[in-house]
């Protein structure tokens, strides 16, 4: 374990603090590799979702458009082949997707707190509420891996750093709000879909991370609930 330091200026009265396992690695997307001319066990399934012609054969088309969108989220080995991995992210994108404008519609993040960010582990989202009214999202996140699980509960925002590092890692975590421990929202240089996941953290785009920090502060609640597919 190392110490949490931030760049600029002197942490909000919080000095000491061990640094967060809860981070991703920043990765560059893989390198394309050699198309497989392998059928694989979703291939049907992966073409309806790229849009190719749905005969479950692989063809070199099928695989160059496999291959794009393994390398896009940073699938690995990415040639093209329609494998449990490459189509459990479509899957789980298609039921993002099906959520539309009604994240809680469970009810199982609390309406009774005022302003609470919510994390939907299993269908790998967050958002912002407001008693029942939704304030902002939802939008995809990347949490924490076998082994590094994002916590559930009922937290509290207790520190910011907009512009914190990891002495760990040594990796940028921009726009950080720590609710638990090591464990905090920030953004990452990934795609929301890049596996495992992160090492406990809640990975946000650029985008989210701005408008997470601009609605939420210290003492704001976050609950987090469900389980990440795979751990």
Known sequence: MGVIRRRGAVALGVTGL???????????????????????PYQKQVEKFLGRPVDGK???????????????HGITPNIGYAGPVTWGVMDLMN?????????????????????????????????IQDGSRLVYGPVPVRTGRDGYETRTGLKKIYWRDIDHVSTIYNVPMPYSQ??????????????MWNPPGSHGCVNMTTTAAK??????KNGDDVFVYGRKPGT
């Open 178 to 191: 720590f609710f638990d421990g090591g464990q905090a929202f920030h953004s990452v240089g990934l795609s």
């Open 18 to 40: 061990v640094a967060p396992l809860a981070l991703a690695f920043t990765a560059t997307p893989a390198q394309a590799a050699s198309c497989t001319t392998r059928t694989g």
């Open 211 to 216: 408008k997470y920090w601009s609605l939420l």
């Open 95 to 127: 039921k993002q997707k099906a959520v539309g404008n009604k994240p809680n519609k469970d009810g199982k993040c609390p309406v009774n707190k005022g302003r609470i960010a919510c994390v939907n582990l299993t269908l790998q989202l967050s958002w």
């Open 58 to 72: 692989q063809s070199a088309a099928d695989c160059k458009a496999i291959q794009a969108f393994q390398t896009k």
